[in-house]
Nanobody, 130 residues
Framework: EVQLVESGGDLVQAGGSLRLSCAASGFTVNDYVIGWFRQAPGKEREGVSSISSSDGITYYADSVKGRFTISSDSTKDTVYLQMNSLKPEDTAVYFC???????????????????????WGQGTQVSVSS
């Protein structure tokens, strides 16, 4: 059974840091693209970052570039999201998700769009106070 479990969410002050973890079971992270998404109350789910562990390709939303870093540890089948210089607008429930890698076909592939992902975790709350 494919499972994703997020952890590491917390309440922090603006300017602080957190590291989120996404532990995968039932598959190896090298076989999928792993994405981090977030959803704030009343807002749509948005892509934050993604990583293709097999080739190390990463993507970031403009809003988090330079502050967040995604990484993976294939020995633990875990993907991390290091979040620095946190802002109140980063407050949201953060989800990790797994989806197939782009196969090079003649269609538009967006690694930060939720529709590209098949499996989702339950989420972890990140709250940033001002």
């Amino acid at each position: 059974e494919v499972q994703l479990v997020e952890s590491g969410g917390d309440l922090v002050q603006a300017g602080g840091s957190l590291r989120l973890s996404c532990a995968a079971s039932g598959f190896t992270v090298n076989d999928y693209v792993i994405g981090w998404f977030r959803q704030a109350p009343g807002k749509e789910r948005e892509g934050v970052s993604s990583i293709s562990s097999s080739d190390g390709i990463t993507y970031y939303a403009d809003s988090v570039k330079g502050r967040f870093t995604i990484s993976s540890d294939s020995t633990k089948d875990t993907v991390y999201l290091q979040m620095n210089s946190l802002k109140p607008e980063d407050t949201a429930v953060y989800f990790c998700a797994a989806g197939p890698a782009y196969d090079g076909g003649p269609y538009f592939y967006d690694p930060l769009h939720p529709d590209e992902y098949d499996y989702w975790g339950q989420g972890t709350q990140v709250s940033v106070s001002s």
